[in-house]
Structures are given as C-alpha cells and as structure tokens.
C-alpha cells in the first residue's frame, strides 16, 4: 500500500507563493520508484487538471496556466515531490492532489487546499 500526504496549502495573497509538499509512504519503496510523481488541482465546479508532473527521469510537463510561475520537484531517494507556486492568481484557488505512479498503479493523496484572494 502506498500513501500520499499532502502539505502547504493556504491562502495567500495575489502575487504570492506557496510551497507545496507531498510525501510519499510504503513498504512497496524497498523494490520501486515512482516512474512519475503530478499535481493535479480541482476548482469548485471544474474538471481535475494536470498542473505538473515529473518523471523519474527528471521530464517535465506544466499546464500552460501555470509555465514560468510553478516548479515541480522530486527527491527520488525520499519519495517526495514539492510545486513551488510563485506569483499566485486567484484562478490558482483550488484543492491540489498529489499523484504517483508506480509498479503500475496510480495512487493519489486527499489534497491540500490553495486559495488566492485579498
């Protein structure tokens, strides 16, 4: 079994940052690494979109919404992916989720919650 925890979430103000967290936890991590490790964002009333993903490789992917403002990260011996969100706008505001995929399943985490707003 595998475990995603998510952190960082909050609100802050338009134009500013927030670090988000995701730790991963199992005993599956003896024998694998995750082949990739996303954020996904849900809005009220919106679809659940891709905002970053990296690969074990180190590929990435960014939804055009976030290029240039987001970074993704990921320690591969510590199972952990970080978004670094700079220049925050309120139609960042959403829960974000943590994903990752390894030996062939998809797991995800109950999400941390951002909201941008004066």
């Known amino acids: 079994q595998v475990q995603l925890v998510e952190s960082g979430g909050g609100l802050v103000q338009p134009g500013g940052s927030l670090r988000l967290s995701c730790a991963a936890s199992?005993?599956?991590?003896?024998?694998?690494?995750?082949?990739?490790m996303a954020w996904y964002r849900q809005a009220p009333g919106k679809q659940r979109e891709l905002v970053a993903s990296?690969?074990?490789?180190?590929?990435?992917i960014y939804a055009t919404s976030v290029k240039g403002r987001f970074t993704i990260s990921r320690d591969n011996a510590k199972n952990t992916v970080w978004l670094q969100m700079n220049t925050l706008k309120p139609e960042d505001t959403a829960e974000y989720y943590c994903?990752?995929?390894?030996?062939?399943?998809?797991?995800w985490g109950k999400g941390t919650q951002v909201t941008v707003s004066s």
């Open positions: 990296i690969t074990s490789g180190g590929t990435l």
């Open positions: 199992g005993s599956i991590f003896s024998h694998y690494v995750f082949a990739e």
């Open positions: 994903n990752g995929l390894i030996a062939g399943m998809s797991y």
